[in-house]
Structure formats: C-alpha cells, structure tokens
C-alpha cells in the first residue's frame, strides 16, 4: 500500500511563501501520478497542482499558474509544492494524493487518484 503524509502548512502574510512537502512509502514505484489539491470550509476539493512522475509533466490550476511550483524528489519519495504570492485565497487544507494507474494524467480530477494524505492546513491573511 501507498502511505502519504504531508507537513509545511502554517499561517502566512499575504505575499509570503510557504513550502508543503508529502511524503510518501510503501510501494513507491506504483506511484505515476501525484498531485495537490486543497479545500476550503464550504468548497469542493479542487486541484492544484498534478505531475506525472515518470517524464515529469505537470498541470496547475489557472488560480495559481506563475506562483505555485509542483516537484518531487525521487531520491527520499517526496512531493512538493512550493506557494509563492500567497494570497488570502488561497487558504485551504491542502492534501496530496497518488494515483497507481500508469494511464494517469496530471490534471486529472480528484476522483482518479487512489491515496491521500491526511491534509495539512494553509491560512492566508
């Protein structure tokens, strides 16, 4: 099985960065797909940002395209998303998630990936 656990959330300023990092175990290379999504009090999940870990694509969202960059480190089977230009919308619990299907795609819904992570919480004033 695939464990994930993400870790970096916190409280920023608007303008500030923040890097979130997901961890991840247990049969890694069954990994193809990963990605970020994040959802706020009221809202639907959304996606953030995708990568296919293979050849390396990735996908992100209109809302954070230019201020938030997806990247993994094969070496320690970790997944990052670095969040510049925070912006008070940009608050959520944010979650990382892994799809096993090699047929994935990195932007790719919610619904395709198979592991998530527990979340870790973003706030943005």
């Known amino acids: 099985d695939v464990q994930l656990v993400e870790s970096g959330g916190g409280s920023v300023q608007a303008g500030g960065s923040l890097r979130l990092s997901c961890a991840g175990s247990g049969y890694t290379y069954s990994r193809y797909c990963m990605g970020w999504f994040r959802q706020a009090p009221g809202k639907e999940r959304e996606g953030v940002a995708g990568i296919y870990t293979r050849g390396g694509a990735t996908y992100y969202a209109n809302s954070v395209r230019g201020r938030f960059t997806i990247s993994q480190d094969k070496s320690n089977n970790t997944l990052y998303l670095t969040m510049n230009s925070l912006k008070p919308e940009d608050t959520a619990t944010y979650y990382c998630?892994?799809?096993?299907?090699?047929?994935?795609?990195?932007?790719?819904?919610?619904?395709?990936?198979?592991?998530w992570g527990q979340g870790t919480q973003v706030t943005v004033s």
């Open positions: 998630a892994a799809d096993s299907d090699p047929l994935c795609t990195p932007q790719q819904a919610a619904v395709g990936y198979n592991y």
